[in-house]
């Protein structure tokens, strides 16, 4: 029977180790940030339930391994809806290491000025990235709590183009960065072909009715599906984590 290793200490450090070649390399050759997508999901393929409560989806030994996949990136980005929803702080705070920069992608400024995200210190390490449909006053109101904000270009859903965000990420020696969600966010990345790696943490749970971690109509060709090599598969806990690299 293939046994599971177990994710230990020394896993996390090859990891890791690895993970600093690849951005290397990628920022020798683009330019451009190493990007990572991860996520929890339930056996089902669900990132929350109905009403959108995604907390409990991984344990507690997953929610460590998380907190060090951040260390390791230069910084991690989420959209809006997952800053209304959950409130994180986006920190590094269950494992010694260092606390990326964090990333909003938030194309009207619909970010609570009060979110946990934007208040003392933390302010000044977030960055909104957002588009000229949003107003100068309220840029300035995020401005003036310690928040950089970035006008970017809009898509042809005039929303943040991610393209041109990686792009600004790299001019300004971002070189990895870790998107935790939503599935909007996410989906988006898949769809432009923009992740160059996917961590799934897999909960042994089954939610039933829940939210895709991936709007699949989006993706409306197999040829445009993106297909992941090399998987590897580590135990953590209960949950079981796969690791996979987007497939030139
Ligand atoms: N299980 C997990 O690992 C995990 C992790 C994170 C979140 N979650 C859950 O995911 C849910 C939130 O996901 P969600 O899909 O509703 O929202 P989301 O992906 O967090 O945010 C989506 C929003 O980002 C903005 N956005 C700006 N540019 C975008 C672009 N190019 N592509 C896509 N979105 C863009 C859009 O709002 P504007 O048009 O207003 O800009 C969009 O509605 C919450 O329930 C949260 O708990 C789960």
Do not use: C
Not at 88 to 96: D, G, I, Y
Not at 156 to 184: C, F, I, M, T, Y
Not at 192 to 200: S, T
Not at 203 to 214: E, T
Request: proline share 3%; net charge positive; aromatic share 6%.
């Amino acid at each position: 029977m293939y046994d599971i290793p177990l994710l230990t200490d020394k896993e996390m450090g090859n990891l890791g180790k690895s993970l600093q070649n690849l951005v290397r390399k990628k920022s020798r050759k683009t330019r451009l940030p190493f990007v990572t997508l991860k996520f929890a999901q339930t056996l089902d393929g669900k990132i929350a339930t109905i009403t959108g409560d995604s907390k409990w989806i991984s344990g507690p030994t997953s929610l460590r391994f998380a907190h060090q996949l951040r260390s390791f990136h230069d910084a991690i980005l989420v959209g809006v809806d997952t800053i209304l929803q959950d409130d994180p702080q986006l920190t590094v705070r269950l494992v010694k290491g260092k606390n990326p920069q964090r990333i909003i992608v938030d194309s009207q400024l619909r970010t609570p000025l009060d979110s946990n995200i934007l208040k003392g210190k933390a302010a000044f390490s977030t960055f909104i990235a957002t588009t000229s449909l949003s107003e100068v006053k309220k840029i300035k109101e995020y401005q003036s709590n310690g928040a950089q904000v970035w006008v970017l270009k809009k898509d042809r859903a005039n929303q943040v183009d991610l393209q041109n965000l990686l792009h600004e990420l790299g001019k300004r020696d971002v070189r990895s960065v870790l998107v935790e969600g939503g599935s909007r966010i996410l989906s988006s990345f898949l769809k432009k072909r923009l992740a160059d790696h996917l961590v799934i943490v897999i909960a042994p749970k089954i939610i039933g009715k829940g939210m895709n971690y991936v709007d699949v109509s989006t993706l409306q060709r197999f040829k445009n599906l993106n297909s992941f090599s090399s998987p590897k598969l580590f135990r953590s806990g209960e949950d079981v984590i796969l690791e996979a690299f987007l497939k030139e």
